[in-house]
């Protein structure tokens, strides 16, 4: 793996990072207050090429690398601390991908160009009210017509339910196919039979998290993504993908927490001195340095793996790139988390405040704790099974 950025890498980088700023940091409150991304950081996403960045050039994306794109995802964790503008980044670059990659050739041309310039929503749709990773307990189920498929179910703890109703679009949802197997199918939100419930999350305020329930909607044969019967593998190669940009994400967010509590331990003056001359905060900061450095190679491998598995195709170790995203996601989020924690007790009282604008990304991040593209201990058990063998995975 050769580390070097080539200067077109560096360039886009320093053109994302400087969006962050002037657009991203501006609007964060905004975002936040008023529950959703405005239309005009949408747009200025578009123009910048940030919107389903691996999608190909002909359908209107970029055709970027995992790595460019794991570049483009630290900037953005980095710009909106929220977080929320990263969840819509991550879904529209990891499932903009792959539908590019498995999806119908009419599908694509209809769907991707709107996708690419923000004019349509793409998300994705597996977690259930009963759970989210027991994929053998999924009730929502895909039944083949002559001309298509009806869809019958529920999904909840789904992002961007509201996008996908206001700017059209919808979410690539797995479904247990009849026969053996299961279907991942394209579903418009706006198809007869679909209704909506918004959820009020404690973070990530600027995108919407809701439910989402199917009664016998009905999509056309376009809409399978990847073979009949063999969706998992689709939407598996799918979260490999999210969870590197979720990672890359909060490597951002905690580089941007750690200046700031590097500029308060050198401006903050207690007893006398700065802050950061008492060796238990300046320790602190050295080891939280660290484990940031130490997760964003880790981050930038996995995204280096999965451009060569694309490359490889059927040689790639699969394997390999399965351990290298479930590490990373298992230890970016914890690494943000705790940088943010960390660094809101070195501002005492102010960093509680609202001012101090640290708790929006304490909040944001702990939506990757918890669950979302997967929690930590899905991440445990993926690797479990990876490192012991499938006879150890804890359920069948």
Request: proline share 4%.
């Given at each position: 793996?050769?580390?070097?950025?080539?200067?077109e890498?560096?360039?886009f980088?320093?053109?994302v990072?400087?969006?962050?700023?002037?657009?991203?940091?501006?609007?964060?409150?905004?975002?936040?207050?008023?529950?959703?991304?405005?239309?005009?950081?949408i747009?200025?996403?578009?123009?910048?090429?940030?919107?389903a960045?691996?999608?190909?050039?002909?359908?209107?994306?970029?055709?970027?690398s995992?790595?460019?794109?794991?570049?483009?995802?630290?900037?953005?964790?980095?710009?909106?601390?929220?977080?929320a503008t990263a969840?819509?980044?991550?879904?529209?670059?990891?499932?903009?991908?792959?539908?590019?990659?498995?999806g119908?050739?009419?599908?694509?041309?209809?769907?991707?160009?709107?996708?690419?310039?923000?004019?349509?929503?793409?998300?994705?749709?597996?977690t259930?009210?009963?759970?989210?990773s027991?994929?053998?307990?999924?009730?929502?189920?895909?039944?083949r017509?002559?001309?298509?498929?009806?869809?019958?179910?529920?999904?909840?703890f789904?992002?961007?339910?509201?996008?996908?109703?206001?700017l059209?679009?919808?979410?690539?949802?797995?479904?247990?196919?009849?026969?053996?197997?299961?279907?991942?199918?394209?579903?418009?939100?706006?198809?007869?039979g679909?209704?909506t419930?918004?959820?009020?999350?404690?973070?990530?305020?600027?995108?919407?998290?809701?439910?989402?329930?199917?009664?016998?909607v009905?999509?056309?044969?376009?809409?399978?993504?990847?073979?009949?019967?063999?969706?998992?593998?689709?939407?598996?190669?799918?979260?490999?993908?999210?969870?590197?940009?979720?990672?890359a994400?909060?490597?951002?967010a905690?580089?941007?927490?750690?200046?700031?509590?590097?500029?308060?331990?050198?401006?903050?003056?207690?007893?006398?001195?700065?802050?950061?001359?008492?060796?238990?905060?300046?320790?602190?900061?050295?080891?939280?340095?660290?484990q940031?450095?130490?997760?964003?190679w880790?981050?930038?491998?996995?995204?280096?793996?999965?451009?060569?598995?694309?490359?490889?195709?059927?040689?790639?170790?699969?394997?390999?790139?399965?351990?290298?995203?479930?590490s990373?996601?298992?230890?970016?989020?914890q690494?943000?988390?705790?940088?943010?924690?960390?660094?809101?007790?070195?501002?005492?009282?102010?960093?509680?405040?609202?001012?101090?604008?640290?708790?929006l990304g304490?909040?944001g991040?702990?939506?990757?704790l918890?669950?979302?593209?997967?929690?930590?201990?899905?991440?445990?058990?993926?690797?479990?099974?990876?490192?012991?063998?499938?006879?150890?995975?804890?359920?069948?």
């Open positions: 793996m050769d580390f070097h950025l080539s200067d890498e560096r360039a980088q320093e053109a990072r400087r969006f962050g700023d002037r657009v991203l940091r501006t609007n964060e409150r905004r975002i936040d207050r008023d529950g959703r991304i405005p239309p005009e950081v747009a200025a996403m578009a123009d910048l090429g940030l919107l960045m691996p999608v190909p050039e002909e359908y209107g994306g970029m055709g970027a995992a790595v460019l794109t794991e570049l483009a995802a630290e900037e953005v964790g980095r710009g909106d601390f929220s977080m969840v819509f980044f991550l879904l529209e670059a990891g499932w903009g991908g792959i539908l590019a990659r498995h119908q050739e009419s599908l694509k041309r209809e769907l991707l160009p709107n996708v690419t310039k923000g004019r349509a929503f793409l998300g994705i749709a597996t259930e009210p009963g759970g989210g027991d994929l053998g307990a999924m009730t929502t189920t895909s039944r017509t002559d001309d298509g498929f009806v869809v019958r179910g529920e999904k909840a789904v992002s961007g339910v509201e996008e996908a109703k206001s059209g679009g919808g979410h690539l949802t797995l479904t247990k196919a009849p026969e053996k197997g299961f279907n991942f199918l394209y579903v418009p939100t706006g198809a007869d679909i209704s419930q918004r959820f009020e999350n404690m973070g990530r305020m600027g995108i919407s998290t809701g439910a989402l329930t199917y009664a016998d009905r999509v056309p044969a376009a809409s399978l993504v990847g073979r009949e019967g063999a969706g998992f593998e689709v939407a598996m190669e799918g979260f490999s993908n999210a969870r590197t940009f979720v990672s994400a909060c490597v951002g905690a580089e941007r927490a750690l200046e700031a509590g590097i500029a308060h331990l050198r401006g903050r003056e207690v007893f006398g001195r700065p802050l950061g001359k008492f060796e238990g905060p300046q320790f602190e900061l050295v080891d939280l340095w660290t940031v450095e130490a997760v964003k880790q981050c930038r491998r996995a995204a280096w793996l999965l451009d060569r598995a694309r490359q490889d195709g059927a040689r790639a170790d699969r394997s390999e790139v399965e351990r290298a995203v479930a990373v996601k298992l230890t970016a989020p690494v943000a988390f705790e940088c943010v924690k960390r660094v809101m007790m070195w501002y005492g009282a102010s960093g509680y405040t609202k001012d101090a604008g640290l708790e304490l909040r991040i702990m939506s990757y918890v669950g979302a593209e997967g929690g930590l201990n899905v991440m445990r058990i993926i690797l479990g099974r990876e490192l012991l063998g499938r006879d150890f995975v804890p359920y069948r």
